[in-house]
C-alpha cells in the first residue's frame, strides 16, 4: 500500500507570496496531521484535521490555513509568506480509531519550501 | 509549553555496539512515540508506547515508558551502519485537549553516527 504523499518535493517563493501544499493520506486513514520542521529541530505542530473538520491548531500565525477534502485529502495554505518561513512541511496521517492511539502518525517525506 | 529534552544530543558509536538515548519531560505523557528521521525523509515510527513501565520491543530496538510517565528511553542493540539517523522522542501531553487535540510534541532529537 502506498504510504502518505505529498507534493511539491521542492518549492522555492518570494518573500510575500503564498503557497499551497498537498497530501494524501494513507488508504483508509481520516485524520491528517501538519508540521513545520525548521533544519536542526523536531517537527512542530501546525493543525490536525479529522473527518475534515479541524481538529487541533498549533501556535502558528493566522497566515497558516489548511482544510481537509471529502477524500480526506488535505491542503495546506501559507500566505504573506516569511524567509522565517522556510523548512520542511511534513503531512501525517492516522488510521487509529481510539483517541489513544490516534497519536500513532505517519509520516509523508515532506516539502522542502525554501522563501527568498 | 510542553517540551521534550532529548540526550545526548549526538552519537559517535562503531558499528556493532549498543546505543542508549532518553528523553525527558517536565509534565508528565501518557503515550511515548520513537522516531527516525534520514535525511530528505519524514520520520518513521518506530515504537509506540502507552503504559508506564511498558517494554516493547521492535527488532534490535527496545524502548521503555519511564514509571514517573516523565522519560522514555530507547536501545538499539548491535548496530549496523543503516542505524544512521536522527531519533526523536514524540509524545501528546497528558491534558493534550480542545485545540491541542491530536497534537505531538517532539524532542530536538539525537543524531547518530554508525562508524563501520
Known amino acids: 500500500d502506498a504510504g502518505v504523499t505529498q507534493s511539491p518535493t521542492h518549492l522555492i517563493k518570494t518573500r510575500g507570496q503564498h503557497v499551497t501544499l498537498r497530501c494524501s493520506p494513507i488508504s483508509g486513514h481520516k485524520s491528517v496531521s501538519w508540521y513545520q520542521q525548521v533544519l536542526g529541530q523536531g517537527p512542530q505542530f501546525i493543525f490536525q484535521?479529522?473527518?475534515?473538520?479541524?481538529?487541533g491548531r498549533g501556535n502558528f500565525p493566522d497566515r497558516f490555513s489548511a482544510r481537509q477534502f471529502p477524500n480526506y485529502s488535505s491542503e495546506l495554505n501559507v500566505n504573506a509568506l516569511l524567509l522565517g518561513d522556510s523548512a520542511l512541511y511534513l503531512c501525517?496521517?492516522?488510521?487509529?480509531?481510539?483517541?489513544?492511539?490516534?497519536?500513532?502518525?505517519?509520516f509523508g517525506p515532506g516539502t522542502r519550501l525554501t522563501v527568498t | 509549553g510542553q517540551q521534550l529534552n532529548q540526550s545526548p544530543q549526538s552519537m559517535f558509536i562503531q558499528e556493532g555496539e549498543d546505543v542508549s538515548m532518553n528523553c525527558t519531560s517536565s509534565?508528565?505523557?501518557?503515550?511515548w512515540l520513537w522516531y527516525k528521521q534520514d535525511p530528505g525523509e519524514g520520520p518513521v515510527l518506530l515504537i509506540a508506547?502507552?503504559?508506564?513501565?511498558e517494554l516493547t520491543s521492535n527488532g534490535r530496538l527496545t524502548a521503555q515508558f519511564g514509571i514517573t510517565r516523565k522519560d522514555s528511553f530507547l536501545n538499539i542493540s548491535a548496530s549496523i551502519p543503516s542505524d544512521v539517523g536522527i531519533y526523536f522522542c514524540a509524545g501528546p501531553p497528558a491534558n493534550a485537549g480542545g485545540t491541542s487535540y491530536g497534537k505531538l510534541t517532539f524532542g530536538q532529537g539525537t543524531i547518530l553516527t554508525v562508524h563501520p
Open positions: 508506547l502507552y503504559k508506564a513501565g
Open positions: 484535521y479529522y473527518e475534515k473538520e479541524e481538529r
Open positions: 501525517a496521517s492516522s488510521g487509529k480509531n481510539t483517541r489513544r492511539h490516534s497519536y500513532e502518525q505517519y
Open positions: 509534565s508528565i505523557f501518557n503515550t
